[in-house]
């Protein structure tokens, strides 16, 4: 009763290389090294947590300074293998960098590191967890850790690799410690139960084993808990759940079946049970996104696997399969996804329970909603055409409606342009769209309004696809003639001219003339302005002619006046002064100068003055 109790993690920590549950990789490697004399001054050792790198140290010094030694099987019996073993030896230095981090406490190592071993072969520095350290201690060591006195060995551990520096890794040999497979973490626990005499089944031990990630401290550190409630029944997984606070198999099994059969009200009754009985929010999401992943594991993969992925035995993975068949693997992945999402949220609100009863209800919604037979079902549904006909108010006008034979204008020539932007579509049938009362197509104006030139004038420079020579043709040209046989423009300015009578900007009219008349290889002409020649003025252009209906028409709606010369904007002003740069310095002030209003060039004339920009 007097004899201290000792943790199970402590009393079976390994004491030698055999002992340690995995690495096999490892265990080889320095066993190898010390039969053949091959030892390193500086070594680190990474790995998660609880997968041996502290034991493993311990057992390589202990094989090192072993009187019996360099050996892969120290004795165990000796004054350094007893020193080491009660965490008690003067050539063994164990340090934690999480307390001694500072550079102080890395220039206390430098001091005594220049002594020599008092009674072992090696002094040992081992530095746990040692990316702790602080940039300016490990910098500190960076020179000891190269080139060490004789005799001294470091062996680095820690658990976040990247926090070291690659100054201080490029030192040392690393060795990466994997985490422990189930089987080997069950085997080892099974060892230990039946050595501590703990009644516990091997479902228990398997829950432990994934219950702990890949660590053999964390799961025998859970056995030792659950081994005071050893009793006459054997510990079985239920214990463990409630110990843990985890949800049984059953009980997330009966809420994942409301959910997959789209049963909210059901599953609303079955959380208030869960939640009543002290479980946490967060931790029942959680399981819950665990079981929908071996779902999702037994609808995917194959039965031998099964079990290895999810531990689960036989009559449960039954379970799961029967209720795999009533769920796509989409909806699966799409119900893990809102999982995660909801336990997000839970973190962060201040009322957890208002968002599991949300979350709940939403799981069990969205699986009916994401059917994938129900979207086909519409999507036949939408194809077969058996969906209500669209109903549109006379005061929109989309969709159009469809015009009666009679009501339908001649077809016009189409301009590029308008070839580009038709779009097909659908006839409708006009059954489905009821046609209201007082409801008339708006006609539409014809591209070309007959002869009037002002009109063709302002169609046309709307198809000037050049912006410079757009802003040139509006500034400095005049039409005479504009029709389909023959195009005759004219050029105040004999500069100008020779620029639009040739080049880049003549096909640029040419193919806004066959834009325009919808045609190829149109007659142009440009020249300077003869005596008889008519200046156009801007003119407003015709209402379009409406086509014959039977029906009484309604009154056309009038275009706006289309002007022959539109104002010149502030950039195509611009571009014509770029255009104008590489002329004659008279000729070109006296460009400029046209660009500017009356008001302007008065001023400028009387004052002898110019235009600052």
């Known amino acids: ?33 010390i039969e053949l004399n091959k030892i390193s001054h500086a070594y680190l050792f990474t790995g998660p947590r609880g997968t041996g790198k502290t034991s493993t140290a311990r057992i390589f010094a202990k094989s090192l300074n072993c009187k019996e030694g360099p050996t892969v099987s120290p004795c165990g019996v000796c004054e350094n293998c007893v020193d080491i073993t009660n965490s008690t030896p003067m050539d063994v230095i164990e ?43 490990f910098n500190a060591l960076l020179k000891t850790l190269e080139e060490p006195p004789k005799n001294v060995i470091f062996i680095l551990a820690t658990t976040e690799v990247h926090k070291v520096l690659d100054t201080i890794k490029s030192r040392c040999q690393r060795f990466d ?105 967060v931790q029942i999401l959680t399981n819950l996104m665990d079981y929908l992943k071996n779902l999702l594991i037994v609808k ?11 531990q689960a035995n ?33 973190k962060l609100t201040n009322n957890p329970r208002l968002w599991l009863e949300v979350a709940i209800i939403d799981l069990a919604n969205l699986t009916e909603n994401t059917s994938l037979v129900e979207l086909q079902n519409r999507i036949a549904r939408l194809e077969g055409g058996s969906v209500e006909p669209v109903k549109v108010s006379a005061y929109k006008t989309a969709p159009a409606p469809v015009m009666k034979p009679e009501m339908q204008r001649p077809e016009q020539p189409k301009t590029e342009v308008a070839k580009e932007k038709e779009q097909p579509a659908k006839a409708v049938e006009p059954q489905e769209i009821p046609q209201p009362q007082e409801f008339a197509p708006m006609p539409k104006s014809k591209p070309v309004a007959g002869n009037d030139i002002s009109v063709l004038w302002g169609q046309l420079l709307e198809q000037v696809n050049s912006a410079p020579t757009r802003a040139l043709l509006k500034q400095w040209a005049n039409p005479v003639k504009i029709s389909p046989e023959e195009t005759i423009l004219t050029m105040k300015n004999e500069i100008f001219l020779n620029q639009v009578q040739s080049g880049s ?22 020249r ?40 010149v904007s502030d950039e195509e002003v611009q571009e014509i002064k770029e255009e104008i740069k590489p002329l004659k310095s008279d000729s070109a002030a006296k460009i400029e100068a046209s660009l500017h209003s009356d008001n302007v060039n008065m001023v400028m004339e009387l004052f002898d003055g110019k235009v600052i920009e």
């Open 300 to 310: 995917n993969c194959r039965k031998e696997i099964v079990f290895e992925l999810t």
């Open 95 to 137: 340090i934690d960098a999480a307390s001694n981090r500072k550079v102080e406490d890395a220039q206390n190592i430098l001091e005594k590191v220049m002594y020599a071993p008092v009674n072992s072969r090696y002094k040992i520095y081992i530095i746990d967890e040692v990316h702790m350290l602080s940039t300016t201690a």
């Open 528 to 567: 300077l302005p003869h005596a008889d020649d008519v200046q156009i003025k801007p003119a407003a252009a015709a209402p379009a002619e409406v086509p014959k209906q039977t029906a009484q028409p309604k009154p056309s709606p009038v275009m706006k006046p289309v002007q022959m010369e539109p104002e």
């Open 177 to 281: 410690f994997k985490r422990i497979t189930t089987e080997d973490i069950v085997k080892h626990l099974r060892y230990i139960s039946d050595n501590e005499k703990i009644n516990i089944t091997d479902d228990a031990l398997f829950t432990i084993a994934k219950n702990s990630a890949g660590g053999m401290r964390d799961s025998i550190a859970l056995l030792d808990q659950l081994s005071v409630l050893d009793g006459e029944e054997a510990i079985s997984t239920d214990d463990i759940n409630n110990l843990l606070g985890r949800l049984s198999f059953d009980t997330l099994n009966s809420l994942a079946d409301k959910i997959v059969n789209s049963r909210p009200q059901e599953a609303i009754e079955d959380l208030e049970n869960i939640y009543n009985s002290g479980n946490e929010p």
């Open 1 to 33: 009763m007097n004899e201290k109790y000792i943790p199970l993690y402590r009393k079976y920590r390994p004491q030698k290389l055999e002992e340690v549950v995995g690495q096999e990789h490892i265990k080889k490697a320095l066993r190898n090294a």
């Open 314 to 346: 036989d009559a449960q993975v039954q379970a799961l399969t029967s209720q795999a068949e009533n769920i796509e693997t989409h909806q699966i992945v799409f119900l893990i996804d809102k999982c995660s999402d909801y336990i997000k949220e839970l």
């Open 505 to 526: 900007k003549k096909q640029a009219v040419v193919d806004a003339v066959n834009a325009l008349f919808g045609q190829s290889d149109s007659n142009v002409t440009v």
